[in-house]
């Protein structure tokens, strides 16, 4: 049976004190993470380092860099999917890139790109419609393995054929196998894809703006956050977009709850598309 | 005063329910009269990547406001919140809904016993979880958690169930305060319409 969250009253205590420790000594801020999953998370990780309490789990990690190393997937999730949603990327291709068209050069922010398999999507979307060789995409996360595996573009060949399902119900116009070439059990995509692709690190949490874009996508990202950590990305990325820019999040997500909820219009409800004022 | 007497003061009510529990949930939301006071949090096990129906499904049927469950909506008094396909369901202190895509726990996403841990955290006494039929051990745990902090715990009679193995496990793990056919579960839930009553 799985880990099962205690009830004891000083974990939460105890989770404080390690997010902390993390922040000072490490400079990455969990402070502000949504509470109820991160439990969950911070016990399996006490499982997975042998640790009794999240106290004993905090002696590992601030004396033990490699153990910090491996607490990031802990405190981050990485789930994601070449054209996941597949009816959001449909709406960027028909809706929005149409009008991304008439501009000369279209900047494009990945936020919280995780191991890049939605960067890889944009780029490949860009590319259909003739978009790409105009095109940056920024895609950034604050975990550097994600990054690395983000970067290689290299992903096992047994999640290809959802990859493909997701990509023609997507409004793919080729087959995806267009862009990748098959080695051993491993699909390898197009360097050229790569070359519009900036994969760097960067915080929603401690970083500011580091360009203007036209399009920022951040979907399943900040159910992560509490309310105070989704306001700030929120900020960013309002702050980020050129005027009348673009904003996807998670299908499950919204603006409703933040105080930039008047600084955007709805530009697809159900695709969660908003656009700025 | 025993236990049996003490006066329950439930704010919300968390239901696991699935393989035949679409059945069962119907006749649990049919019977909840308007006013019902207690907030409703549902998890039903489904086939991902599906558009989910089941607030059109049971909207229709029920008195109460149906909603899918946002991420940081703030919890209403008498409103039924189902978890949305794909995406964990979880309760943050502040009484608010919180979603994630962690990993499946048991095979399962939405986890039962993801949001009643989470729950139990929350409202402690003030929970009440129900567990209904199925085919697997989720809510088991969470059923456990639930009443570690001192809220009830009722399920769904196994030989009345559709599939018994969820109920059964979360007998044999957790324990019950009340072991029901559906219809009468249905009836005392009905009951809980100021969220207070006698014993339980």
Redo the contacts between chains.
């Keep these: 049976m799985d880990a099962q969250v205690t009830v004891d009253p000083d974990f939460d205590l105890e989770l404080r004190l390690l997010l902390e420790g993390v922040y000072l000594k490490y400079q990455h801020d969990f402070r502000h993470y949504a509470l109820a999953s991160l439990r969950r998370r911070i016990t399996q990780a006490m499982t997975r380092f042998n640790c009794a309490t999240v106290s004993q789990l905090q002696d590992r990690v601030l004396h033990e860099p490699e153990v910090f190393a491996g607490m990031l997937q802990y405190f981050t999730v990485q789930v994601s999917e070449m054209f996941r949603d597949p009816p959001y990327f449909r709406a960027i291709r028909e809706k929005v890139v149409p009008i991304l068209q008439t501009y000369p050069f279209v900047k494009v922010w990945v936020a919280g790109c995780s191991t890049g398999e939605e960067a890889w999507s944009l780029a490949i979307m860009l590319q259909e419609e003739g978009l790409l060789s105009r095109s940056l995409i920024y895609a950034t996360d604050i975990n550097p393995e994600a990054l690395r595996t983000a970067e290689a573009g290299v992903y096992a060949l047994d999640r290809i054929a959802s990859f493909s399902t997701n990509y023609l119900n997507a409004g793919g116009k080729a087959s995806l196998a267009e862009y990748y070439t098959a080695a051993y059990s491993n699909a390898i995509f197009d360097k050229r894809l790569k070359a519009q692709i900036a994969f760097s690190d960067h915080s929603l949490a401690t970083d500011t703006v580091f360009s203007e874009v036209e399009l920022v996508s951040c979907r399943n990202v900040l159910i992560y956050f509490d309310r105070e950590l989704q306001a700030r990305a929120i900020g960013l990325f309002h702050d980020a977009l050129a005027p009348r820019g673009f904003l996807g999040i998670g299908s499950r997500e919204s603006l409703r709850f933040s105080p930039y909820v008047d600084a955007f219009t709805e530009f697809l409800r159900e695709e969660r598309i908003y656009r700025k004022q | 005063m025993s236990p049996a007497e003490a006066v329950l003061n439930i704010e919300a009510i968390v239901i696991g329910a699935s393989a035949g529990g679409v059945e069962a949930l119907g006749v649990l939301l049919d019977g909840l009269p308007a006013g019902f006071q207690p907030s409703l949090l549902v998890v039903l096990h489904l086939p991902p990547h599906r558009p989910s129906l089941l607030t059109k499904l049971f909207g229709a049927r029920c008195r109460l406001p149906v909603r899918?469950?946002?991420?940081?909506?703030k919890i209403e008094r008498g409103t039924v919140y189902f978890a949305?396909p794909d995406?964990?369901l979880?309760?943050?202190?502040g009484k608010t809904l919180?979603?994630?895509?962690?990993?499946p726990?048991?095979f399962s996403r939405p986890?039962i016993?993801?949001l009643f841990?989470?729950a139990?955290?929350?409202y402690g006494p003030a929970l009440l979880g129900l567990v209904l039929s199925g085919a697997n051990?989720d809510g088991?745990?969470g059923l456990?958690?639930i009443r570690?902090?001192g809220g009830r715990a009722w399920v769904q009679e196994p030989e009345n169930a559709m599939s018994s193995t969820m109920p059964a496990a979360a007998i044999a793990?957790a324990g019950a305060d009340l072991i029901l056919p559906i219809r009468d579960m249905a009836e005392r839930l009905a009951h809980l319409r100021s969220g207070r009553a006698f014993a339980i």
């Design positions: 899918e469950a946002m991420d940081k909506e949305p995406y964990h979880l309760v943050e202190g919180a979603l994630s895509q962690d990993a726990v048991q986890s016993d993801v841990d989470s139990a955290r929350a051990n088991a745990a456990a958690s570690a902090a793990h």
